[in-house]
């Protein structure tokens, strides 16, 4: 599990007088792990080497002047970057001695901090909101320098992330209690902006960090109530020039840390890696309030990895690098080495042990829960044992091959001998102690197949798929393997148990399955129950003339409805001849629209998938309109054969796949000659719809007009009473 090791002073500090805040603005690193900088908050900055805990080099501003942000180092050009001031912007190199003999620049607008991660150029960012490159800015330091924030706006946070061959600015505003993020883009210049959740009235995040990881930005901030929220950004998410529409982005609760009685105040949350994160300034859980702890928490698992004490005042301020924290207390800037080991439900709970022997290799780090909450008394789980074990057992009469060796054994084993044994394996271990080692079993596999053509083994896949202790994010080639395989049946399987399938796969698979010729559909084997849903839908004949759910199939010839005297009767109903074709029939073929179905019942985000829709060429979108279409006409009528619990997808998804669709290719569908009968079709559909809501709402209208009505009780044995409804 992670640790925490001996500390060591950098430096002392001299602390504001009101004593809150450390008299440190920032800790940037410099030219490798053992060299940093710091910039206290008046007027020096200082190059230590973190080894020896001693400085190489300090630069001082005049008497007057005051250091506005914290000095960063380019290593591009070996060159410090600092401010003063707010607007003047100083360079210079390791052996100048006298900053106000160095270059300086005066910019147009005042700037909130410089930026630079290694092997990238420094970026400017101004406290209205925009960003420049640092040469760009001294080519021509009085260039106008426009407004991105609101009036009453003001930035609480930033940092810069290189991902991607491209340099991100992130920063957070607040704004009458609101908080915003921008995710700034800097080639090719977008900007994104996101709105956070409130918390509680009043409060605002203490801190905030910021890693990538899988081609997102993970967004970690703390509120002063102890709880801990991570927020992810999508790099792919489309920009606006000037980032006026703030989009909601969610989050997640990762900690909820014990306070106490009051508030937090000075605190931090800085993430380490994937599934740990360090906090500062929250009290430790079993030391009570009033004492300052620097702590590691598994986030995967809820558990507390390391604790220290720190002695003298917290700051809230944290920064880390090469495994080390650094973290201003009291009257000193310590640095406090640490480890954190790669995140196991074994190291969460302490019972990863060292193996000593060959033997105690094989034994598999998986726990029971049952052994774990009442220790030796209980029976002992059924995961894996070795074979020493196994041959004292009369009930076995070959020896199996534990999790380990199951591993070991798919690396370099044919097929056939991996199928064997990964069989052997889930067959007879429970679900609850395997259930950690699905995800090693998967990736192995998967990794495999994608290294060897000749190796693959599907149904062990599907096995593994229907455990439900599997996801994209644990194994995320998975589904991209099976279309690459032509794997419909296990594209299929995961579509319907994976709850986290990126819409760039979703998109995949939709293009996969519409692509693919019906012949080729039809040869795969796919669930049975979707199946004969589809075939159910297919087989079903024309419903029954009549308005249904607001549009008839076929034009209705009478407006009298049989065996009573009532009409009704719309205007449009005469001038308006739907031109539906009297039979409807599947535009695909079975096997095909039972995997379009599972595209349709997948969860997604529309600001995600609309660029990834832009890709389909307008034969697909065409098809899949027009398949849509079919949908929509079965599922309008009253005969519709729909059950509880049938893999078919609602009315709703339908006709949000419409709009998604639409809005996505519609200058392409305009442009298409055989789309513009779909197009007619489908704004019909659209009328109808219209044309339903509003008659139910007059009806609505009346019967709320009739419950106002007092009912009048002096009524004879016949009477004739009319009423005038407007």
């Known amino acids: 599990m992670a640790a925490l090791y001996e500390g060591y002073t950098l430096c002392g500090l001299v602390p504001a007088q009101t004593l809150s805040n450390s008299g440190i603005q920032g800790v940037e690193t410099e030219r490798d792990s053992d060299h940093v900088v710091v910039t206290d908050s008046t007027r020096s900055v200082t190059l230590y080497k973190v080894s020896d805990q001693k400085p190489l080099s300090s630069w001082t501003v005049k008497q007057g002047q005051t250091l506005t942000c ?116 800097l080639n090719p210049n977008t900007l994104q902006r996101y709105r956070l959740e409130r918390e509680e009235p009043g409060l605002s995040p203490l801190s905030f960090s910021a890693s990538y990881r899988d081609k997102h930005i993970q967004l970690l901030y703390l509120y002063p109530n102890g709880h801990v929220y991570q927020s992810v950004v999508s790099l792919r998410s489309p920009g606006t020039d000037d980032g006026a529409q703030a989009l909601p982005l969610p989050r997640n609760l990762l900690l909820g840390l014990a306070v106490g009685e009051g508030l937090l105040e000075a605190a931090s949350a800085l993430v380490l890696d994937e599934a740990h994160v360090a906090v500062v300034g929250v009290p430790h ?54 480890e954190c080991p790669k995140s196991s439900l074994a190291a969460a709970l302490g019972k990863l042990r060292q193996a000593k022997t060959e033997e105690s290799k094989a034994l598999a780090s998986v726990p029971s829960w049952n052994n774990i909450l009442h220790g030796d008394k209980a029976q002992p789980s059924r995961t894996v044992e070795t074979r020493k074990t196994r041959t004292t057992r009369k009930s076995q009469s070959a020896p199996s091959l534990t999790i380990d060796q199951v591993l070991e054994l798919i690396k370099e084993a044919p ?50 798929v229907h455990t439900q202790s599997l996801s994209h994010s644990v194994c995320p080639d998975l589904v991209l393997l099976a279309l690459e395989r032509k794997d419909y049946f296990l594209c299929q399987l995961c579509l319907q148990f994976f709850p986290d399938i990126p819409e760039a796969v979703t998109c995949a698979c939709l293009k996969a399955f519409i692509s693919m010729p019906d012949v080729d559909a039809e040869k795969a084997s796919l669930e049975p129950e979707s199946v004969a849903f589809m075939e159910t839908l297919i087989a079903r004949e024309h419903g029954q003339g009549g308005l249904q759910n607001g549009f ?24 308006e001849k739907l031109s539906t074709p009297p039979e409807q029939i599947c535009p695909v073929g079975l096997h095909k629209a039972v995997l379009l179905n599972e595209v ?72 298409t000659p055989e789309a513009k009968s779909l197009l007619l079709n489908l704004h019909s559909f659209v009328k109808s719809q219209v044309r339903l809501v509003s008659e139910l709402g007059k009806i609505e209208g009346s019967l709320q007009e009739l419950n106002k009505m007092k009912v009048n009780k002096d009524v004879g044995q016949y009477s004739i009473e009319v009423i005038e409804l407007f």
């Open 552 to 575: 008839s199939p076929t034009s209705c010839g009478g407006d009298a409805l049989s065996g009573g005297g009532t009409v009704i009767k719309t205007r449009a109903e005469d001038e």
């Open 70 to 185: 914290s000095a960063v180092y380019n290593t591009q050009t070996k060159e410090y970057v600092a401010v003063t001031d707010g607007k003047v912007i100083r360079v210079w190199k390791e052996e100048d001695i006298i900053l106000d003999k160095t270059f300086k620049a005066t910019v147009s607008s005042d700037v909130w901090r410089v930026h630079c991660v290694p092997g990238g150029q420094p970026v400017v960012l101004f406290q209205r909101g925009a960003v420049r490159l640092l040469d760009s800015l001294l080519s021509a330091p009085q260039q106008s320098i426009e407004e991105v924030l609101a009036q009453e706006e003001t930035i609480r946070w930033s940092t810069n992330i290189a991902a991607e061959s491209q340099q991100f600015v992130i920063f957070t505003t607040e704004q009458k209690g609101e908080n915003f993020l921008y995710l700034q883009r």
């Open 600 to 671: 349709l019942r997948t969860a997604y985000s529309d600001t995600f998938l609309l660029p990834h829709l832009k890709d389909l060429c307008s034969q697909h979108v065409v098809l899949f309109l027009q398949y849509l279409q079919f949908l929509y006409q079965k599922f309008s009528q009253d005969t519709y054969p729909h059950r509880h619990g049938q893999r078919s997808p609602s009315l709703t998804q339908i006709m949000d796949w419409v709009c998604l669709l639409l809005d996505a290719n519609f200058t392409v569908l305009v442009m």
């Open 415 to 464: 097929a056939e001998e991996v199928h064997k044994e990964v069989e052997g394996l889930i067959s007879r271990a429970d679900i609850q102690d395997l259930q950690p080692s699905v995800g090693q079993l998967a990736s192995t596999l998967v990794s495999r197949s994608l290294a060897d053509q000749a190796f693959y083994t599907p149904s062990i896949l599907a096995q593994l």
């Open 285 to 338: 859980p079993s030391a009570g309030v009033g004492k300052d702890f620097l702590c590691i928490w598994n986030t995967n698992f809820q558990t507390l990895q390391a604790g220290k004490e720190m002695a003298g005042k917290i700051y809230g301020q944290l920064w880390t690098y090469s495994n080390k924290l650094f973290i201003p207390h009291g009257k000193t800037l310590s640095v406090i080495p640490y």
